[in-house]
């Protein structure tokens, strides 16, 4: 079944110099993909922070990017300054639904999508379709779709949380989203040298409560475990009001600890194992 995920939205980039443009600009090995393949990457401003999470494929001559749809306008007219004599387009693909799907599905599809990305080291697709009276949007299959994706540390950020964590904050290396033997892209000696030195003193962590948090990206939240306490930095979220809470957020608290508790705005919910 194909879900709409009105939260992604899809780039095209065309023209012979697409896929050197992507790679001097993001922190994958784009030049290495080939045809059909994907890679998750990161596109930084100078000062190494993440302005946005990208999922790049390469399809014959062109390459597609999925990333967070309230950032679409912004990378794109930023990615426009750098185009320069390059021989490159890019083009927001407006009218067009992203979806999610498993790979087992495709073959009973009612509706194929134009194209379809699969998601590195996961059975899901994402893909990229016309309008289709076919595909609706159910909120409540988007919201588990999102769920899942931060269960799995893919956090697309927004206008709140762009530009303000490094890659490793946000455990993005771990996502295969940074290649430190390529070459530069905006705020590359920072994120290397960040992961050579190891002066990472903040750190991701998903969470997941039994009730609905309420805190928005950017806003700061609670971390209790045991007598102490430790304040955290909502980098993504999403509440359900029958399934709680599932968050990635970046704190100076040691991964180790436990979270028994998380507060915001003076109330209290319980923390429980992601899944």
């Not at 401003?45 to 999470?53: H, N």
């Not at 455990?171 to 590359?188: D, S, V």
């Not at 609670?222 to 909502?234: M, R």
């Amino acid at each position: 079944m194909m879900i709409a995920l009105p939260h992604l939205s899809a780039i095209k980039f065309s023209g012979v110099d697409a896929g050197n443009f992507l790679h001097n600009q993001l922190s994958a090995d784009v030049l290495a993909l080939n045809d059909g393949e994907t890679t998750f990457a990161c596109y930084c401003e100078p000062k190494g922070r993440v302005l946005a999470l990208m999922l790049v494929g390469k399809m014959q001559n062109d390459y597609y990017v999925i990333q967070s749809a309230s950032l679409a306008a912004l990378v794109t007219e930023r990615l426009k300054i750098y185009v320069m004599r390059s021989d490159v387009e890019i083009s927001v693909l407006q009218g067009h639904i992203v979806t999610g799907l498993q790979a087992s599905d495709i073959p009973v599809q009612t509706v194929d999508p134009t194209i379809t990305l699969p998601i590195p080291g996961d059975e899901k697709l994402i893909g990229v379709s016309l309008p289709n009276e076919k595909i609706t949007i159910e909120q409540a299959r988007a919201d588990d779709w999102k769920m899942s994706e931060l269960q799995n540390g893919i956090c697309w950020l927004g206008t709140e949380s762009s530009g303000q964590f490094l890659p490793q904050m946000l455990g993005f290396e771990q996502l295969g989203a940074i290649n430190y033997r390529k070459g530069c892209y905006p705020g590359q000696e920072i994120v290397a040298r960040t992961h050579y030195l190891g002066k990472i003193k903040r750190f991701p962590r998903i969470l997941t409560t039994q009730n609905p948090i309420g805190a928005k990206p950017g806003e700061k939240i609670l971390l209790h475990s045991g007598e102490q306490s430790f304040e955290a930095v909502v980098a993504d979220i999403i509440d359900q009001e029958t399934k709680g809470s599932c968050a990635l957020v970046v704190t100076r608290m040691n991964p180790e600890l436990d979270i028994d508790q998380v507060e915001f705005a003076g109330a209290l919910t319980t923390a429980r194992a992601p899944g």
